[in-house]
């Protein structure tokens, strides 16, 4: 226990010291975790084998593993990924001792595993699930394996996302359903061109007002 605690407490301050991250009480992040700066994460998270962009935060309780999150993003409470899957059809059982050789039962029959327990969203098979840049989600959200979430999205409250979440729309419900757009298509089209979340934390600094309405900061950026 002692020597956990010393491995996290090295952790933390070398991510506080280099990239300015922030860890909250009894939060968990292993080695292969990689920080673009300037992020928190919340008490009595885990965060395992994932990226986080700049600017991002994770709020507490949250249980996230392989999961590949874009710049500005905003993620609430109790949040989890990565719980695998069984299958539903052609199979006649569900239980993992017929597919599985990990035993998560604690035993198995099957000597090689002959169903895929996880999807990927890339070839290399390192990340289950990617989140945009500028992407908020609400509290206990479950998000499926092999998904992406576009930019700008919003997942509400208690959703259960199961598929691909399109940029800039508003997602709830079980299982999460298109609650509307954000913005019109033309306006979706020049935040997509335009890429925001890319600009030097200076720019941001000095044209933050025009954040608060669409119309003017499109008018802006022209």
């Known amino acids: 226990m002692m020597i956990k605690k010393i491995k996290r407490y090295i952790i933390k301050q070398k991510l506080k010291i280099k990239f300015d991250v922030s860890l909250g009480t009894n939060t968990s992040v292993n080695l292969q975790c990689n920080f673009e700066g300037k992020n928190v994460v919340g008490s009595n998270t885990t965060l395992m084998n994932s990226s986080v ?4 935060y994770i709020s507490g ?8 999150i874009g710049r500005f993003c905003s993620l609430g409470q109790n949040i989890k990924n990565g719980l695998g899957r069984h299958p539903s059809s052609v199979f006649v059982s569900s239980h993992p001792c017929f597919f ?40 206990d959200v479950t998000l499926f394996d092999g998904i992406n979430v576009g930019d ?5 409250n208690g959703a259960i996302v199961t598929k691909d979440v399109i940029p800039y729309s508003i997602v709830g419900g079980v299982p999460a359903k298109l ?3 954000r913005f019109t298509e033309t306006q979706i089209l020049n935040l ?12 941001l600094r000095n044209n933050y007002t025009i954040f608060s309405d669409i119309e003017n900061f499109l008018n802006f950026i022209k």
């Open 53 to 56: 962009g700049l600017a991002s």
């Open 61 to 68: 309780n949250c249980k996230l593993n392989k999961i590949k």
């Open 100 to 139: 599985s050789s990990n035993k998560q039962a604690g035993f198995t029959f099957s000597n090689k595993n002959i169903f895929e327990e996880h999807l990927y969203i890339d070839d290399k098979k390192k990340y289950y699930v990617e989140i945009g840049n500028d992407v908020w989600i609400g509290n």
């Open 152 to 156: 700008g999205a919003i997942i509400a």
């Open 179 to 181: 609650i509307r757009m």
């Open 192 to 203: 997509k061109e335009f890429k925001w979340w890319n600009k030097d934390f200076n720019w």
